[in-house]
């Protein structure tokens, strides 16, 4: 019958690239070609097995109860519960795709179902771009689940989905059979009464209930939940030092509250960060540090109006930012992947470049006194097909700063020789880098003296420092946990 699949947890995987020799290879003005056969690249692998978690404080701050205002739906095969609740559950985001279409992507079997393991790499295909993040999670208690409901749906406003035995929900009590998979959404909860709203796929006994939280816990298949979290690493750019502690710092913005917060490094923890603005900077869009357009020798932020496509400049200042400097009229929000990427005008002053939505063109935009030069077509269409945009120091050995990026059909990670208001030809670095976010530039966090380069991994919100080598970057390392939501 229908079937939601074994839980089996995710493994991730991140490259550790070194890049030796010369002989750089494709197109600078289109999605890189391969490099030559026989390329002196190493790529190692490595792999994580974590599930995401909220804390007590992501849930308190949700409201004693909530409902989402959700338009059921019901599946149209024995095995369509996963896609059908997945469906329901990314109309909550905004999204509207067709069961069919999940079940397509998902790889759903006619015979088998949907596992999890099949279907949460989809979900993440439209969560992740939105700055949320789709991850197991256990709830087999009412406390836990509760905690998680409340959070999804009174917090983020989001539906989770979740995996069940369908024989045990007591609308389904004359059903025969045993560990039963199947895939309902909750989409409201009552904290006073401890009492869940769930939407049932199953048409003949499905649609809206409301069930106990401990008898729908009691219900869960093991770490069955599709837990919804609001990454706490939107818009995650380096500010240089702005604590004056003499190692770089980074922002990054609280999907679920909208907070902006400034990260102290090397260690870039939770514990320690500095409130930078209250609220509201989930209305923003692109932020990224841009070197010192201010003149007065501290890194600036810069970030895009959602509602109106304005660019700002926010003056860096000790830990703070200055009033801001509007630099850029409507028609920004067209603009995506901004990226500083050091001074290839040659002028002494920090370059943006971003990628045009409409036709994938890629722009310099010079570096001015509080304000941006005229913009320079660096690159012609196919950057829409690369994504990860950052600007990093010289590790092809020109002297000039380097781009790198990664192809979003495959995960492979290129660089693109700086060069005098242009780009060189591309050279593969490495695979595996799709689930890796927020790839960021930062000082040296090893200690080195080196810059070293910065991620996220997508399904864990483990935070990963690559070390800076003069020929590319080392094997990562860990520095932090719960850039998925769970630091509250």
């Not at 649609?207 to 919804?228: C, E, N, R, W, Y």
Request: aromatic share 6%; proline share 5%.
């Amino acid at each position: 019958m229908r079937s939601f699949g074994r839980r089996v947890l995710p493994v991730g995987s991140a490259a550790a690239l070194i890049l030796t020799g010369g002989g750089l290879t494709g197109t600078a003005n289109a999605a890189p070609a391969p490099p030559k056969p026989g390329a002196n690249l190493v790529a190692r692998p490595a792999k994580t097995a974590m599930a995401p978690r909220v804390t007590a404080v992501a849930a308190s701050a949700a409201p004693a109860s909530a409902k989402l205002s959700l338009k059921g739906q019901y599946q149209k095969t024995n095995m369509n519960c996963v896609p059908t609740s997945s469906s329901m559950s990314l109309s909550t985001f905004g999204v509207s795709v067709s069961q069919e279409t999940l079940a397509k992507k998902m790889g759903t079997s006619a015979t088998k179902g949907t596992t999890g393991a099949q279907a949460r790499p989809v979900l993440n295909s439209y969560a992740d771009p939105l700055g949320y993040s789709y991850g197991f999670a256990d709830a087999s208690t009412a406390s836990s689940l509760m905690a998680k409901v409340s959070y999804d749906v009174g917090v983020l406003k989001r539906a989770p989905v979740l995996g069940v035995w369908m024989e045990k929900l007591p609308w389904n009590s004359k059903m025969s059979g045993s560990k039963v998979g199947h895939a309902i959404v909750a989409y409201g909860y009552d904290r006073g009464k401890g009492t869940i709203t769930v939407f049932d796929p199953w048409k003949a006994t499905g649609g809206t209930h409301t069930i106990a939280a401990s008898k729908l816990a009691a219900d869960m298949q093991p770490t069955g939940m599709f837990l919804v979290t609001g990454r706490t690493d939107v818009g995650l750019s380096t500010l240089g030092d702005q604590t004056g502690d003499g190692t770089a710092d980074v922002v990054a913005t609280d999907r679920a509250t909208g907070k902006l917060w400034l990260y102290p490094g090397p260690k870039f923890a939770a514990t320690g960060r500095k409130l930078l603005g209250s609220g509201g900077w989930n209305g923003m869009s692109e932020l990224t540090g841009i070197g010192d357009l201010s003149g007065d020798k501290k890194a600036d932020l810069i970030a895009v109006q959602k509602s109106d496509g304005t660019l700002w400049l926010y003056p860096g200042a000790t830990n703070g930012l200055g009033t801001r400097v509007k630099i850029g009229n409507s028609g920004w929000n067209g603009m995506t992947e901004l990226s500083p990427m050091g001074d290839i005008t040659g002028d002494g002053r920090a370059d943006l470049i971003a990628v045009q939505k409409s036709d994938g063109t890629l722009w310099l935009y010079p570096g001015g006194v509080k304000k941006l030069g005229s913009r320079i077509k660096i690159g012609t269409s196919g950057w829409n097909g690369m994504g990860k945009l950052a600007g990093v120091t010289d590790i092809t050995g020109d002297d000039k700063p380097d781009l790198i990026a990664v192809r979003k059909s495959d995960g492979t990670l290129w660089v693109y020789p700086g060069g005098t208001k242009a780009l060189g030809t591309s050279k593969k670095l490495g695979s595996g880098w799709g689930g890796i976010r927020s790839l960021t530039l930062t000082g040296d966090v090893t200690g080195d003296g080196l810059s070293d380069l910065i991620g996220v991994q997508a399904d864990t919100g483990v935070m990963y420092v690559y070390a800076g080598r003069t020929t590319g970057y080392a094997a990562r390392q860990q520095l932090t946990t719960g850039w998925n939501g769970s630091a509250g």
